[in-house]
Structures are given as structure tokens and as C-alpha cells.
């Protein structure tokens, strides 16, 4: 079944403590990105990958960080997580940039304490 | 700046009527637009796909028009059922994709 996968899908952590959240696709999308979602702000785009090797920020990329090793993985990290990233968040994965569709993960719900 | 916005935020009609929701966007150069579903606290499904040089699309009771010239889309959907009751996003891909905030949809059984 052609899908993205984020682990966790819950996780509360301690403010400064290092993570990450995994994001897998198994269609060999180029295009992948992550997003956050908090109420009144809708879905932000926060770092996108084109490819292998190939990042950069979106709108929201401070305190984030992400690596594109391998095509189907794309893990957004946190180093030293603070309350202000406590949301939502979603990866998303697309065959290119441009016109095809964009396929999402079933979110991360983080609690930073 | 693309700029996105859905009117409007929340509505509530009773059960088994077609109903309207609306998408706006400042941009006119698109790829395509997206408008998907996301219930409480659950993850993004895909509804219909617009490409650019399309006017329309549907699938099953939902119907999605774009009139890219005006920035306007629009998703029908028919006789409104429980189970319809959710939130729903636009989603306008140019150089990157841009959400609305979406229309909270609540249907009175």
C-alpha cells in the first residue's frame, strides 16, 4: 500500500532534550517536506527536500532541523526542543514539486514540557 | 506571497443537503490545487486533485471546480451526510503548497 509513515505518532518530551521524528514513503517521491499545524495558523510549512542531498527551509525552519540520506526517508530533528514546538505535525511526500499529488502522514502530535 | 483563504471557517447544515465550500487564493500561477480531509486530531486524506488546465474533478458525491483566472475553487458536496462532518483544506501548489485554515463542517443529523 502506497503510504507515508511517521513514528511516533504521540511523544512528550522535556524541554532540551534532542529527538526526532522519522518520515518514510515507499512510492520513490522526490519531493518531500514537513509541516506543523497549530489552531488559528494553519499548516506551515516548516523544511522541503527536492531530493537526495537536496533541502531547504520553508516558513517556519527555526529550531528544526532535517537530512535527506536516502530517498524515502526524510526524519525532522529537533536538538533542543522548546514549549513553542508543541503541535501537530505531518510529513508529506509528492512524485515532484510541481503537478502531482501531495500524500501526508498521519501526523506527530508533540508536547514539549 | 500566495496567499490562501477558505470562507467560510465553520458551518452546520442538517443532514442531506448539497452544500458549498469555498477557496480563494491571491496567486493565479498554479499547479495544481488539492483539497483533502482531516478529522479531530487525525492526519490529512487527499479528496480531489485539480491540475492547473483542468476545470473540474469529481469523485463520488464531491465535486471540485477551479476557475484558476478568478482564484477561485469550490468543493460541492451532495446530499450532506454524519460522516461528512469534518474539516476541510485547500491546498495550492505554485512554487510550494500553501493551505487555507480550512472550513470546519459540522452535519446536524
Known amino acids: 500500500e502506497a503510504q507515508v509513515t511517521q513514528n511516533p505518532r504521540y511523544l512528550i518530551t522535556v524541554t532540551g532534550k534532542k529527538l526526532t521524528v522519522t518520515c518514510s514513503q515507499n512510492?520513490?517521491?522526490?519531493?518531500m517536506s514537513w509541516y506543523r499545524q497549530d489552531p488559528g495558523l494553519g499548516l506551515r510549512q516548516i523544511y522541503y527536500?527536492?531530493?537526495?542531498?537536496?533541502?531547504d527551509k520553508g516558513d517556519v525552519p527555526e529550531g528544526y532541523k532535517v537530512s535527506r540520506k536516502e530517498k524515502r526517508n526524510f526524519p525532522l530533528i529537533l536538538e533542543s526542543p522548546s514549549p513553542n514546538q508543541t503541535s501537530l505535525y505531518f510529513c508529506a511526500s509528492s512524485l515532484a514539486v510541481t503537478n502531482t499529488e501531495a500524500f501526508f502522514g498521519q501526523g506527530t502530535r508533540l508536547t514539549v514540557v | 506571497k500566495q496567499e490562501v483563504t477558505q470562507i467560510p471557517a465553520a458551518l452546520s447544515v442538517p443532514e442531506g443537503e448539497n452544500l458549498v465550500l469555498n477557496c480563494s487564493f491571491t496567486?493565479?500561477?498554479?499547479?495544481?490545487l488539492q483539497w483533502f480531509r482531516q478529522d479531530p486530531g487525525k492526519g490529512l486524506t487527499s479528496l480531489l486533485l485539480i491540475q492547473s488546465s483542468q476545470r473540474e474533478q469529481t469523485s463520488g458525491r464531491l465535486n471540485a471546480s477551479l476557475d484558476k483566472s478568478s482564484g477561485r475553487s469550490t468543493l460541492y458536496i451532495a446530499a450532506s451526510q454524519p460522516g461528512d462532518s469534518a474539516t476541510y483544506l485547500c491546498?495550492?501548489?505554485?512554487?510550494?503548497?500553501?493551505f487555507g485554515k480550512g472550513t470546519r463542517l459540522h452535519i446536524l443529523p
Open positions: 496567486d493565479s500561477a498554479i499547479y495544481n
Open positions: 491546498a495550492v501548489n505554485g512554487d510550494k503548497i500553501i
Open positions: 527536500s527536492m531530493n537526495v542531498e537536496v533541502t
Open positions: 512510492m520513490n517521491h522526490e519531493y
